[in-house]
């Protein structure tokens, strides 16, 4: 049965809200949590109590933002794969997936439990399915999916033997066989599919192996079994949460970004980071080896 709740939550606090919050990533090392504004342009970080708090402008439109084992950031820009120095804000492009600067850009990324970063593409009027999924470790960009129009959300298995990824406008979120040592992935097939009311947008799997996934225009984040059977839904003060990571001690805070509402709507709330207790703890992220 699903139970659909409206949980307690508080605001991560920190200046300004986000025009499309996005890719929420959590370093259990620094207890920083890692953000993006993709159309405000800004890569975001802070301690949960607001302080330490970072807002480094990008030159473009910015999909993820994801620490290194250098201390540095790997950022998906438009204009490619980055490494942002955030002493300094400059960025040394790394990868160029090669579409993605004229009608694409590079949207959601994650790294794999092997630092593999993992990312996706997206098509800007969101018509055409010529976007693709790729993965970059070792100073290599490989190809990996095609067919996509909204790539979106990744995540794994606590048993690393399933990759999620999320086709936004399809509706769809996909499952995967992964193969950790080679990091390919095979046997695609549908994990949950939405209706036409809102779409899956940002993801992440918990200690148990159930998969949270944000609903654009929904106002909720879903809960999934293994076997894609919903069991909980969050219902929140915004109609677009975007993404979802586990966070803070014993990662058993579960931080939601947000974007603004279409026109017309008012939401106060609107653009913030959101912080629920789950009641179950997530799984610790590895930052990228690129």
Known sequence: MTLRRTPAFDLLDVKGRDQLGEGPWWSAADEL?????????????????????????????????????????????????????????????????????????????????SGRLWFGTMHDQETEPSSGLYSFNGGRLQHVYSGIITSNGLGWSPDNSVFYHTDSITRTISAYDFDEESGSISRPRVFARDGGAYVPDGLTVDAEGFLWSAKWDGG????????????????????????????????????????????????PLAGSVFLIDAGVAGLPESPATT
Not at 33 to 47: E, H, N, P, Q
Not at 256 to 265: D, F, I, K, M, Q
């Open 220 to 267: 909720i984040v879903v809960r999934y079994a293994p076997d894609g059977t919903v069991v909980d839904e969050l219902e929140l003060p915004v109609s677009r949460p975007t993404s979802c990571m586990f966070v803070g001690p014993g990662l058993r805070t579960l931080a939601v970004t947000s974007a603004l509402p279409a026109h017309g709507l008012h939401e």
């Open 33 to 113: 949590l890692y953000w993006v504004d993709i159309t405000g342009r800004l890569v975001r970080s802070a301690r949960l109590d607001g302080t330490e708090e970072s807002a480094i402008p990008a030159p473009c439109e910015v999909g993820f933002a994801v620490p290194d084992d250098t201390g540095a950031i790997i950022v998906g820009l438009r204009s490619g794969v980055h490494r942002l120095d955030p002493g300094s804000g400059t960025y040394e492009l790394l990868a160029d997936p090669g579409h993605a600067q004229h009608d694409h850009r590079i949207n959601d990324g994650k790294t794999d439990r």
